[in-house]
Nanobody, 122 residues
Framework: QVQLVESGGGLVQAGGSLRLSCAAS????????MGWFRQGPGKEREFVAG????????YYADSVKGRVTIARDNAENTVTLQIDSLIPEDTAVYYC???????????????WGQGTQVTVSS
C-alpha cells in the first residue's frame, strides 16, 4: 500500500511559477514510477510528468515540456513538480500518482493522491 499526499497548489498569475510536492509513504517505493497528472475543468485526466525512484529517469508530456521539472528526494520520499511560465490552460487539479509500470496512462496508475488545485489567472 502506498499513500500519497500533495501540497503546494494555489492561485497564481499567468507567467508565474508554482512548486507542487508529493509526500509518499509505504513499502517498496523504489519499485514505482512516480508521476503527476492533471484534470482541467471538463477534461480528462492527463499525464504531465513522471520519474522513476530507482533511476531518476524523467518523462514529460509534450504539452508542458520545457516548462515543467519533476524531481525526487529519496531521503525525504518526496516528489516535486516545478511549473514555470504558467498559463491559464494549466488550471487543473494536479494529482500525484504511483505506477508499477513505466507509463503515461492514467489507467495503469496503482495509487492516487487526493489532488491539489492550481488556478492560473490571466
Amino acid at each position: 500500500q502506498v499513500q500519497l499526499v500533495e501540497s503546494g497548489g494555489g492561485l497564481v498569475q499567468a507567467g508565474g511559477s508554482l512548486r507542487l510536492s508529493c509526500a509518499a509513504s509505504g513499502r517498496y517505493l523504489g519499485r514505482y514510477m512516480m508521476g503527476w497528472f492533471r484534470q482541467g475543468p471538463g477534461k480528462e485526466r492527463e499525464f504531465v510528468a513522471g520519474i522513476r525512484w530507482s533511476s531518476s529517469t524523467t518523462y514529460y508530456a509534450d504539452s508542458v515540456k520545457g516548462r515543467v521539472t519533476i524531481a525526487r528526494d529519496n531521503a525525504e520520499n518526496t516528489v516535486t513538480l516545478q511549473i514555470d511560465s504558467l498559463i491559464p490552460e494549466d488550471t487543473a487539479v494536479y494529482y500525484c500518482a504511483a505506477s508499477g509500470l513505466t507509463t503515461t496512462r492514467r489507467f495503469d496508475v496503482d495509487y492516487w493522491g487526493q489532488g491539489t488545485q492550481v488556478t492560473v489567472s490571466s
